[in-house]
């Protein structure tokens, strides 16, 4: 069905909407879910979530893309119950994917006083515009989606080494950007 | 900077972006390119089997019509198929259980047909030499021996348990066989012949011996003569003689009418 019509049944309150919802994006929200949380019946349960988040906001709000509102909500919320669930457990895809970034900012002081994370985000916008389609979308997918390395490899065709290179490299543009800019000290 | 201000930093970018990974659906152009050098690489393969092949057939073929030596005949009016008979070859004879191989005398052969219309016509060349009358054939595929000798000889098979019990009859199976100009699988021979088939028929087997690349009999020819059918066969190279050791490898299994064949002993077949 289309995500419009979809959007159409939230719209008329239809719990139609939600069958329809869990068909065509559920296993997609599950993975981004259990990328995140590595368990499977959490994930589950954070997709459900979402679809209940994505019940309570539509109305009013009426997406343009109807995938990406509600891969936020199930990532949202799946962030959540990762740091509520534990700190200690890391052994996800999306905790490997932190270690990755976190050794950016490690390695410099953030100057955490002049920006939130809102304007650190806005300079990450700006450098993954930057990037050329595929390194971004690469990018998001490994940060923002938690892909694995293996499941980026079989998307971009190609191996899982040449994949770890090309990530490795958009991190350290990414770190010099952000001294640049001085966000990073 | 701590793991969860990361994260939430990743997660405030912008929704733009978040929307063209997610809706992206992986490189079509490199699957597509990745196919085309799967079939490069088959396509590439299959020339190379051809290139190594067909010269390889070429010399089979080339020996199979250069190499005649000696023929065997059957020692009697046999029909083989639709419009060839075999003629009567009576004045040859060594007794001999079904399923021997005949010893070649040296005799040159003698045309006595009399039951053909085409009788006393000129011998065909190999060139027209009816296959529908040769059911099997084998050819580029031997078994590697290193029995030195090579022999050459043929055998009537008139039933069914005699053919399984034809020396080396589950050997055969391991081959491809050729069968009027196709390829048939390894199993095509055993499958070929069933109980009904020997209701009517009979089978010379002609088979050589020793199938080394160097030493294997030279390939045989059936040629017709009015009511005669010979099956031309050869001799050892190294020693000049006729005789059986080992089956290896089959030649010709021929099918023909076993009412034809009626009277006559494998040592019938002989040298003509």
């Known amino acids: 069905m289309d995500d419009s019509k979809i959007i159409e049944l939230f719209f008329e309150r239809s719990e139609q909407a939600i069958i329809e919802l869990s068909n065509k994006y559920g296993r997609l929200c599950t993975r981004v879910a259990n990328n995140i949380l590595n368990d499977q019946q959490d994930a589950e349960e954070c997709v459900n979530d979402a679809y209940l988040g994505v019940w309570n906001a539509i109305p009013p709000q009426k997406p343009n893309s109807l995938l990406s509102f509600v891969c936020r909500i199930v990532r949202n919320l799946a962030v959540k119950k990762y740091h509520f669930n534990t700190a200690e457990k890391r052994n996800s895809i999306y905790d490997v994917a932190l270690d990755e970034l976190e050794n950016i900012f490690a390695s410099s002081v953030l100057v955490e006083d002049a920006y939130n994370v809102v304007e650190t985000a806005h300079f990450i916008d700006e450098f993954l515009e930057t990037l050329d389609k595929e390194n971004r979308i690469m990018f998001v997918r490994r940060y923002w989606h938690s892909d694995s390395i293996d499941e980026l490899a079989k998307l971009f065709q190609t191996s899982k080494h040449n994949i770890s290179v090309r990530l490795s490299r958009t991190r350290e543009k990414l770190k010099k950007y952000l001294i640049e800019k001085g966000v990073l000290l | ?272």
């Open chain 2, 1 to 272: 900077m701590n793991r969860e201000k990361i994260s939430e930093t990743i997660e405030k970018i912008n929704p733009k972006y978040i929307e063209e990974a997610t809706e992206y659906q992986g490189k079509a152009r490199n699957i597509s390119q990745k196919a085309w050098y799967k079939w490069g690489a088959v396509a590439a393969c299959l020339a190379l089997v051809l290139a190594v092949g067909f010269p390889f057939i070429k010399n089979l073929n080339d020996r199979d019509q250069s190499s005649t030596r000696t023929s065997f005949s059957i020692g009697k009016t046999v029909q083989t198929g639709e419009e060839q008979s075999i003629a009567a070859e009576p004045s040859q004879t060594a007794s001999a259980s079904q399923n021997d191989v005949s010893k070649p005398s040296g005799q040159p052969e003698t045309n006595h047909g009399t039951e053909s219309s085409s009788a006393n016509t000129s011998l065909p060349t190999s060139a027209s030499v009816d296959r529908e009358n040769v059911s099997f054939y084998l050819e580029g595929v031997a078994e590697l021996s290193n029995d030195p000798i090579e022999r050459t000889g043929a055998v009537i098979v008139r039933d069914y348990a005699a053919l399984k019990e034809f020396d080396h009859f589950d050997a055969y199976t391991d081959y491809k066989y050729c069968v009027n100009g196709n390829w048939k699988n390894r199993y095509a021979y055993a499958n070929a012949f069933d109980e009904d088939f020997f209701k009517n028929k009979a089978l010379i087997v002609v088979f050589d011996v020793s199938p080394n690349s160097t030493y294997y009999a030279r390939p045989t020819q059936i040629k017709t003569q009015g009511t005669k059918a010979i099956v031309t066969v050869t001799k050892n190279p190294s020693n000049g003689e006729y005789g059986m050791a080992q089956v290896t490898y089959l030649r010709y299994l021929i099918s023909v009418d076993k009412e034809a064949l009626e009277g006559i002993t494998t040592a019938e077949v002989h040298k003509a």
